[in-house]
């Protein structure tokens, strides 16, 4: 783990926090972090949730590496798609409690997860790439068409509105919003629920039936996808 991220096992259930004292923001060394928690779970745990700090989940990707120029923000864009595939095809159940704000890359968190709970406390949620001049790639628009509500499919990606936590609920970002301090131990119940529900074997024959065609899709369109990123006229 790093400095900003901490992960540990409690009876079966795997958790990793992510939490640099501010937005949490996504940079190589999150990305790394994320990548080891799933291969961790995989292999010594029955489910994984993932979490933030107080008031934010993740307010996407670190922008001071996205500044550097097209190049730099292909490869932050490049490798933090690959992460999303990773949790989106995790072979364990994987639950996000989400504390507050989640946008760009923390919203893409919350669609790649099997079970999203809320923190009830003001928060915007969403993909938002296109109000701040950035093209929304194919695999976040792939993801979001998988797990957002069609009703709310174009506001959320093509308009890139961004949602409360009941929003958020209605529009399919989140499953369930709970009060503030219940969040850990409801995710936590979730979890150990599905740890005990979920045969591991069949759990992931049935995740790779389900998600298998979206991820290969992803991973195959996703160079091409990306080579004008950040380039635009």
Sequence with gaps: MTSNTSY?????????????GKANAVGYDTLAAIDSAVEDAEASAAALVITGREGRFSAGFDLSVIGEGPDAARDLVAAGARTATRIYGAGVPVVAACNGHALA???????????RIGADVEAK??????????PLPIFAMELARDRLSPRHFTAATTLATAYSAHGAAEAGYLDEVVAADDLHDVAMQRASGLAAHVPRTAFRMARRTARGKTIDHILATLDDDLKNFGVLD
């Design 8 to 20: 540990e096992v409690t009876d079966g259930v795997a958790v990793l926090r992510l939490d640099d």
């Design 125 to 134: 949620i969403g993909l938002i790439e296109v109000s701040i001049g950035m």
């Design 105 to 115: 890359f923390g919203a893409i968190m919350l669609l790649c997860s099997d079970v």
